[in-house]
């Protein structure tokens, strides 16, 4: 998805009906890093609840971001649908209870582009959830054949109503509200070497 920050984010969408003989390549997602930056609006509201938000393990920051490593994945070159999969995470503090959202996996072929990740409260795992909708930039498509690299940025990120749902129970408060603007995001992925996967 650590220290009192903003944070950043990532994605991209859509699908082609071509017969799979015919398909764009499909590319695979070596590395890369997803930067993302709360806006100070939420940032405030969060602290008014009582609560911080810092990184997780793996993850890095810089100023007021939190990176979180780009890990693997798979993007269509003809549509960029796919699936962009993150290690590290944001973290949620407040009166003895902490709320992880790790491992962030990208969605860019849903009709809204979605964030979902393993949801830990207090070192318990909850489940796996949607909890950034994601507004992508326009892109050009198909992707270049002889990229190494992409990056997607802006990204708005509003917060969903199952991420919200869990953040109120876990810290008793009415704070967080699904729909709600929570900052932005940048992706850069990094094409592997043997980047073509083969019909």
Do not use: W, Y
């Not at 859509?14 to 940032?43: D, E, H, K």
């Not at 070159?77 to 003895?96: K, L, M, P, Q």
């Not at 990056?151 to 967080?176: G, Y």
């Amino acid at each position: 998805m650590r220290v009192l920050l903003p944070i950043l984010f990532t994605t991209i969408a859509l699908c082609s009906s071509t017969p799979i003989a015919n398909a764009a390549p499909t590319v695979s997602i070596g590395g890369g890093a997803t930067t993302i930056q709360f806006f100070r609006a939420f940032l405030s509201t969060v602290t008014t609840a009582g609560v911080r938000v810092s990184k997780v393990e793996e993850s890095t920051t810089n100023r007021n971001t939190i990176i979180c490593p780009v890990i693997e994945g798979v993007l269509d070159r003809e549509d960029a649908r796919g699936e962009i999969e993150h290690s590290g995470g944001v973290r949620f503090t407040g009166n003895r209870t902490i709320v992880r959202l790790m491992n962030f996996s990208v969605d860019t072929g849903a009709a809204t582009p979605v964030i979902t990740a393993d949801v830990v409260l207090n070192n318990s795992f909850v489940s796996r959830q949607p909890v950034f909708n994601a507004v992508l930039p326009d892109l050009t498509l198909p992707l270049p054949s002889g990229r190494r690299s992409l990056t997607i940025r802006p990204i708005a990120l509003t917060l969903t109503t199952e991420a919200a749902d869990v953040l109120n129970d876990a810290f008793t408060t009415s704070a967080f509200v699904g729909g709600s603007s929570v900052g932005r995001a940048s992706t850069i992925v990094i094409f592997g070497r043997s980047n073509l996967i083969r019909q």
